[in-house]
């Protein structure tokens, strides 16, 4: 009970258990990170080089995997997912 509403609240709703192995599949873009320049090649405008990436996750499982990207493009990270998980089965849910 809530001491000051005086209000009983219910039970969360029941949510169904992820059963299937990589049925549904995060995907979520990390980054930037920058990277030192000292003793690496710069970019040709001085920039400071900066990393990408794409972590993937099976929400079932916990397991993790992350890809560097080169470009923020919707078809690059579809080439991604279908070359790390195309062997795996189709997904429900991505």
Request: proline residues 7%; charged residues 25%; negative net charge.
């Amino acid at each position: 009970m809530c001491p000051l509403t005086k209000r009983n609240y219910g039970l969360l709703p029941e949510k169904e258990a992820e059963s299937e192995l990589w049925e549904k599949l995060c995907i979520d873009l990390i980054g930037p990170y920058p990277i030192p320049t000292k003793g690496h090649k710069k970019t040709k405008d001085s920039t400071p080089l900066q990393l990408w990436a794409m972590a993937m996750i099976d929400p079932a499982t916990g397991w993790i995997e992350i890809k560097e990207i080169t470009t923020k493009h919707a078809d690059f990270f579809a080439n991604v997912v279908l070359e790390k998980h195309g062997l795996r089965g189709i997904l429900d849910q991505v």
